[in-house]
């Protein structure tokens, strides 16, 4: 989820609960207008404003982004039921009537948590739940209200087991959720990645080439497209099988990446072909680059290369620069492909620029 869409989700989630914050305050309320609790008007004004201003403030707190500073509370959960913890315990108090009711009003916040917290953290606001009902019971008993101690405990005791239960069941949903993320985040690598080589697939390098011209047409800049082949790969295949092949394929890959810098783009092209993208690069600053790759291919002791016509595995490569060989898709492959071309059919082993800079 994007940052924008999940800030949004935060805030109705505060949204969401506040607005059952101000119910249960509401059945007070009525509760007083009907004759069944004596609760001062000046004490329901007030757990309004705490209500209303602790809402604001978790509303506040996302907007400026200080919600993202918990580290320790990373789907801003914790922070927000503490504050409905205490709104809920105040009401409690408020109208010793409704303490059990809203005692059990808790089980309504667990929605907000399912698949996003795991059994410790639903025991530790649970426990923060019953401990401020607890001091509250005690608070009545200590003014004079009819509670039962032992009865209350049991209620407390009973409260805790439901939320024991609940906690194995929501670990089960968080760990489903953690299982499901990691599983589209491993689709969306298979969706881009070559599964040989795992460079980047074909479609994607593709994508990210459009990005480059596009960013080059508008804010000016270089880039370098480079189309590499292995030379008579299908002669080293036919000798010792397609799974050296690929393996050759594999090590090659490796060999580039492990040598390029971090904001250079390899991917596998297709069959024996690998393409790359040097941002903020001259095809003429490009040219050393690919020789020394060039070479490194050429003296890496591959398996078997002694059955090739050289007698060593090798690589050609055309090279071809944005904006200077164009500053269309179609154009910049078309003359890295030709500049390839030449350098396969005039001896192989070979790094060619495109024609268009030849001269």
Known sequence: ?????????????????????????????LLLALGFERIPVQRLILALGLTLGLIALLVAAIRLGWDRLLTWD?????????????????????????????????????????????????????????????????????????????????????????????????????RERLERRVLRQKLAEMAIRDPLTELYNR???????????????????????????????????????HLAGDEALREVGVLLRSHLRSTDVLARYGGDEFALIMSHTSKR???????????LVETHPFRGADIMPSGRLTISAGIAGCPEDGTDFEDLVRNADAALYEAKHGGRNRVLLALSQAG
């Open 74 to 174: 990373r789907h801003f959960l914790f922070v927000p039921v503490a504050a409905a913890v205490v709104c809920l315990n105040l009401y409690a108090y408020l109208a010793p009537s409704l303490r059990i009711v809203l005692l059990m009003a808790w089980f309504g916040s667990l929605a907000f948590m399912v698949g996003l917290v795991g059994a410790g953290g639903l025991l530790a606001m649970s426990s923060l739940m019953a401990a401020g009902y607890l001091v509250v019971v005690y608070a009545l008993y200590r003014g004079g209200e009819p509670v039962t101690l032992l009865f209350e405990a049991v209620i407390v005791v009973v409260f805790m087991v439901i939320n024991g239960y609940s906690a194995v069941v929501f670990e089960g949903f968080r």
């Open 203 to 241: 479609r994607h390098f593709e994508e990210i080439l459009r990005g480059e011209i596009a960013r080059i047409r508008r804010y000016g800049g270089h880039a370098t497209l480079v189309m590499f082949d292995l030379d008579f790969l299908k002669a080293y295949n036919d000798t010792l099988g």
């Open 285 to 295: 600053e490009a040219l050393d680059a690919v020789e020394r790759l060039r070479r």
């Open 1 to 29: 989820m994007d940052p924008v869409s999940w800030q949004a989700t935060k805030e109705r989630r505060v949204l969401l609960a506040g607005a059952g914050l101000l119910t249960a305050l509401g059945g007070e309320v």
